[in-house]
T-cell receptor
Framework: GAGVSQSPSNKVTEKGKDVELRCDPI?????LYWYRQRLGQGLEFLIYFQGNSAPDKSGLPSDRFSAERTGESVSTLTIQRTQQEDSAVYLC????????????FGPGTRLTVL | EDQVTQSPEALRLQEGESSSLNCSYTVSGLRGLFWYRQDPGKGPEFLFT???AGEEKEKERLKATLTKKESFLHITAPKPEDSATYLC??????????FGGGTRLMVKP
């Protein structure tokens, strides 16, 4: 079956604009995670969805960041009023419930804010 | 706050030259230490999970070990195709994984 897919693969935007990033998890994976990876650095946790439970938003860096997920399907990460420091690769991962180890990652969306 | 530090940041090896990558961590109540491999332009790929001190896992030329303060990823007789960034992460009390900055491994033929 298909792996985790993300779109767009690259996004260039101007400072102050809003952007929406999309993640399609593996079918049947109830857990979904968003991470941010700045150039040459490790991954920073942003948000975690598990089924219909309230999401864990503890990693969101500011109120400009928000994410939604409908049921156990697609998720969108929205960044409002983008800043240059938002430039990074945004990675999405999915897993079976409570299988934090076996997170399957998508290829990421490279966001560049000019 | 959970913390993960990986060393070295970059490692150059000749093909066949064995070495180790280090991952030092501080976490409240370790609920798993994870190793991932990341190739350029791709998402991380899961390698190993370790749960308790003394545990070891092996896969081809890679072996991961765990103590109460650190984990090592041993690479035996590496090949050029082992070149990648290796990421270490820990899970503590919450839902999140805390990642280290990674070690960029380059294996020359």
């Amino acid at each position: 079956g298909a792996g985790v897919s993300q779109s767009p693969s690259n996004k260039v935007t101007e400072k102050g604009k809003d952007v929406e990033l999309r993640c399609d998890p593996i079918s049947g994976h109830t857990a979904l995670y968003w991470y941010r990876q700045r150039l040459g650095q490790g991954l920073e946790f942003l948000i975690y969805f598990q089924g219909n439970s309230a999401p864990d938003k503890s990693g969101l860096p500011s109120d400009r960041f928000s994410a939604e997920r409908t049921g156990e399907s697609v998720s969108t990460l929205t960044i409002q009023r983008t800043q240059q420091e938002d430039s990074a690769v945004y990675l999405c991962a999915s897993s079976l419930v409570f299988r934090y180890d076996e997170q399957f990652f998508g290829p990421g969306t490279r966001l560049t804010v000019l | 706050e959970d913390q993960v530090t990986q060393s070295p940041e970059a490692l150059r090896l000749q093909e066949g030259e064995s070495s180790s990558l280090n991952c030092s961590y501080t976490v409240s109540g370790l609920r798993g230490l994870f190793w991932y491999r990341q190739d350029p332009g791709k998402g991380p790929e899961f390698l190993f999970t370790l749960y308790s001190a003394g545990e070891e896992k092996e896969k081809e030329r890679l072996k991961a070990t765990l103590t109460k303060k650190e984990s090592f990823l041993h690479i035996t007789a590496p090949k050029p195709e082992d070149s990648a960034t290796y990421l270490c992460a820990v899970r503590g009390a919450g839902n999140m994984l805390t990642f280290g900055g990674g070690t960029r491994l380059m294996v020359k033929p």
